[in-house]
């Protein structure tokens, strides 16, 4: 049983079940030595055997990993050995009250109430042959049999609830641990976002008004002297102007409040990627409904991988296919490149500054609570695949 808040309860239950059994074995062994009769030797060695098979058993089968044939063959056993102790002594009739509840734990509610009637029919048979019918030798097993079996019923319904609670409370944490993930997300992107405007705002104006200032004293004067430093600053500054910008569209995702995910990658494929020499074929229909978060996370895992066929597949096409079945979301990027050998990855990825690596997609993935996987080999291409279930709350 897993450790719960309850597992405390369980364990004196199970232990307080066990000392009964063996104190009323013990007390039918005194009974006998006390008053001896013929069979008292036959008596003595039975309920050894029988305290013995039954603490046996129960460290065998205290193990999760015990297989049921050996728990029911456990429990025939000390059946058959209580039979033939209750024949030769009616006061082994007490021992059917932690019987009851071994029936009930191992063959379950309806089979162990069956076991319990046929027991308990038993123990009233045995104690009116040897003592005579009674009163109490009818209704002390009955009622025996009763309170057992409530108890035992009581405490698979209260196992039942612990089991129910536990499993909300792991729900609980993975939603908890979810919820900080996406928030941790949506940190992150506001902040590419500040710092995309402030590059924007300081560093790129910058470097543009200077640039513009070095052209104008180009054009101004052509032939003064210094005028191949001054063009020199103009490139430079030029050139900066552009690491700017790049930097810039690498740090804000485009924009998704006008468009489909398709319609965005279809953007891209058309300019961005498409100046790259790269043929990106784009199957995501535009009727496929995701939350923004989602699908701007979808776009960085696409720009990320269709940069790593730029950079390393040296190939000259790429798919891009979406599709949902079943509540379960498969977004894949394909291409026709070099490949690569999937047992270095993650040494190459570290060498690298490439912000959209392999690793880091994994990492994006991971957040979403989807999984990552990559068919590739040296000289088929490569296939990116991330499977997602959707909820509602997704």
Not at 258 to 265: E, I, K
Not at 333 to 340: E, L, M, P
Not at 368 to 379: M, R
Request: proline share 4%.
């Amino acid at each position: 049983m897993p450790h719960t808040a309850l597992t405390p309860v369980f364990v004196g239950l199970r232990t307080g079940l066990h000392a009964l059994f063996l104190a009323l074995t013990a007390l039918v062994i005194a009974r006998t030595l006390l008053a001896p009769t013929d069979a008292s030797t036959a008596v003595i060695v039975v309920a050894v055997i029988l305290g013995l098979s039954y603490a046996l058993g129960a460290v065998l089968t205290r193990s999760a990993r015990a297989r049921r044939p050996v728990r029911l063959g456990w429990l025939a056993v000390l059946t058959v050995e209580w039979v033939v102790l209750l024949w030769l002594i009616p006061d082994a009739a007490y021992l059917v009250f932690p019987l009851f509840f071994l029936f009930l734990h191992l063959l379950g509610r309806t089979w162990g109430s069956v076991a319990i009637l046929v027991s308990t029919t038993i123990a009233i048979c045995a104690l009116g042959i040897h003592s005579g019918w009674t009163v109490g030798g009818v209704v002390g097993p009955l009622v025996g049999a009763g309170v057992a079996l409530l108890i035992g019923l009581g405490y698979q319904a209260l196992a039942r609830e612990a089991e129910q609670r536990e499993a909300l409370v792991k729900e609980l944490i993975i939603t908890q641990g979810q919820l900080a993930a996406t928030e941790h997300e949506s940190g992150v992107l506001a902040e590419r976002a500040r710092l995309a405007r402030e590059i924007h705002d300081t560093l790129a104006q910058g470097l543009s008004s200077i640039q513009m200032l070095l052209h104008a004293a180009e054009r101004a004067d052509p032939g003064r002297p210094g005028i191949e430093h001054i063009r020199l600053a103009r490139e430079t500054a030029a050139a900066n102007v552009a690491e700017a910008r790049r930097f810039i569209r690498e740090l804000t995702p485009p924009q998704l409040d006008d468009q489909t995910l398709g319609g965005a990658l279809r953007r891209l494929a058309r300019t961005q990627w498409a100046t790259e020499g790269l043929d990106v074929q784009v199957r995501v229909s535009d009727t496929i409904s995701l939350p923004m978060h989602l699908q701007t996370a979808l776009l960085r895992i696409a720009q990320g991988a269709i940069a790593n066929v730029i950079q390393h597949a040296h190939a000259t096409t790429a798919t891009i296919t979406m599709g949902i079945e079943h509540d379960q979301l498969r977004f894949a990027v394909a291409d026709d490149g070099t490949g690569f050998d999937p047992e270095r990855p993650r040494q190459e990825t570290a060498e690298k500054s490439d912000s959209f690596g392999l690793r880091a997609t994994s990492e994006r993935v991971q957040q979403l609570g989807g999984t990552l996987s990559i068919d590739t080999a040296p000289g088929h291409g490569t296939t990116l695949s991330v499977d997602l279930r959707l909820t509602e709350d997704a």
